[in-house]
């Protein structure tokens, strides 16, 4: 069964500062996406990750997969506080049995102070 | 085009009523899902279909019917309501694997409070 965990789950930081958000999943996949969901909002597609060492990057996010580790990190540059949102990792469960089923961490709140 | 459409946007129920969330699409998608999201929970898939007349379980399908009977519509069906089915419920599309870099399109979602 395939588990996403990301973390941290809450993130606190100054304008200006750079983080990394990490996200962990449990078994092969080849297909990995970031979102990002603003409070009573739906969410945003962000980046969508196909291969292993893929990265792309968008303003001052840039995100990276390696496949192998099983490992796709999220990594803000410069904070500022037009980031504050959640943001979520999702993997395909394609080898599961399930193409299109997508299985998400539970999210990593970010919050940026000025 | 419109993308993604859900209605309604809030919903209250009584336990035990039924009723269907509206799901449509028009980007000629053939996959289509259902998920709720809860607190502290990230998102879980309900159902999903790959296309009209196909439908599977996700992770969480107890209490909830679907069907596809057109490309554009996936209607979500509460058989019973509970209030454990109290959540926020997004409906997505995509093209699917097929075509990459493609991603899931998210609805604007339900709120769904049962009492």
């Known amino acids: 069964e395939l588990k996403v965990e990301q973390n941290p789950l809450f993130l606190s930081m100054q304008e200006g500062k750079n983080y990394t958000i990490y996200c962990n999943y449990s078994?092969?996949?080849?297909?990995l996406y970031w979102y990002r969901q603003d409070p009573g909002k739906s969410l945003e597609s962000l980046f969508v990750?196909?291969?292993n060492g893929a990265v792309k990057q968008e303003g001052r996010l840039m995100a990276s997969l390696d496949t192998k580790a099983r490992l796709s990190t999220l990594h803000i540059t410069a904070a500022v506080h037009d980031l504050s949102a959640t943001y979520f990792c999702?993997?395909?469960?394609?080898w599961g049995g399930g193409s299109e089923k997508l299985v998400f961490g539970k999210g990593t709140k970010l919050t940026v102070n000025p | 085009n419109a993308g993604v459409t859900q209605t309604p946007k809030f919903q209250v129920l009584k336990t035990g009523q039924s009723m269907t969330l509206q799901c449509a699409q028009d980007?000629?998608?053939?996959?289509m899902s259902w998920y709720r999201q809860d607190p502290g929970m990230g998102l879980r898939l309900i159902h999903y279909?790959?296309?009209?007349?196909?439908?599977d379980q996700g992770e969480v399908p107890n209490g909830y019917n679907v069907s596809r009977s057109t490309t554009e519509d996936f209607p979500l069906r509460l058989l019973s309501a509970a209030p454990s089915q109290t959540s926020v419920y997004f409906c997505?599309?995509?093209?699917?694997?097929?075509?990459?870099?493609?991603?899931?399109?998210f609805g604007p979602g339900t709120r769904l409070l049962v009492l």
């Open positions: 997505a599309s995509s093209y699917g694997r097929g075509s990459l870099g493609e991603t899931q399109y």
């Open positions: 980007m000629n998608h053939e996959y």
């Open positions: 279909s790959v296309g009209a007349g196909i439908t």
């Open positions: 078994t092969t996949s080849d297909r």
């Open positions: 990750l196909l291969s």
């Open positions: 999702a993997v395909d469960d394609f």
